[in-house]
């Protein structure tokens, strides 16, 4: 993957090779702990199970807090794929007069919201000359702890 500029607006294709890990053969438990096994039975590449179409993947750094409460944090990293129909309930990054935001998507009865995932922040809906496009589906959220 390229390196992540923090202060840049514009969207970062993924990289074409793979990101190949060891997976452990044990569940990790939130709960109570259990015994850890010591191997592992295979290697998985990360685009395997985070891209489905590598062409149309893109990554974005969030920026604010007006998605908490659905996991989304400042400075996460979102996988956003624009060949993925956008559905009502994804969540997603739309172009909001030429600004780039990430809220959940209300579609129905032919209307259109976009959600923030924190009460604090008001629901984006389309007035008279405002421009909206739904500019892809973030699929995945990568967080750092440290």
Same mark, same amino acid.
């Given at each position: 993957?390229? *390196?992540?500029?923090?202060?840049?607006?514009?969207?970062?294709? #993924?990289?074409? *090779?793979?990101?190949?890990?060891?997976?452990?053969?044990?569940?990790? !438990?939130?709960? /109570?702990?259990?015994?850890?096994?010591?191997?592992?039975?295979?290697?998985?590449?990360?685009?395997?199970?985070?891209?489905? !179409?590598?062409?149309?993947? /893109? #990554? /974005? %750094?969030?920026?604010?807090?007006?998605? &908490?409460?659905?996991?989304?944090?400042?400075?996460?990293?979102?996988?956003?794929? =624009?060949?993925?129909?956008?559905?009502? @309930?994804?969540?997603?990054?739309?172009?909001?007069?030429?600004?780039?935001?990430?809220? &959940?998507?209300?579609? =129905?009865?032919?209307?259109?919201?976009?959600?923030?995932?924190?009460?604090?922040?008001?629901?984006?809906?389309?007035?008279? @000359?405002?421009?909206?496009?739904?500019?892809?589906?973030?699929? *995945?959220?990568?967080? %750092? /702890?440290?």
């Amino acid at each position: 993957m390229h *390196s992540i500029d923090q202060c840049s607006n514009a969207p970062v294709p #993924l990289a074409s *090779s793979g990101l190949v890990l060891p997976l452990a053969n044990a569940s990790v !438990h939130a709960g /109570f702990p259990s015994p850890a096994d010591d191997y592992l039975v295979k290697r998985i590449d990360l685009n395997e199970i985070l891209v489905t !179409h590598p062409q149309a993947t /893109f #990554l /974005f %750094r969030v920026a604010g807090d007006s998605m &908490q409460d659905l996991g989304i944090f400042d400075n996460d990293l979102l996988l956003v794929n =624009r060949a993925l129909k956008p559905c009502h @309930g994804n969540i997603v990054l739309a172009v909001v007069d030429g600004e780039y935001a990430v809220k &959940q998507l209300y579609l =129905r009865a032919g209307r259109l919201k976009l959600k923030a995932g924190n009460p604090t922040y008001p629901e984006i809906v389309p007035t008279e @000359g405002q421009t909206i496009e739904v500019w892809g589906v973030a699929t *995945s959220c990568i967080k %750092r /702890f440290q």
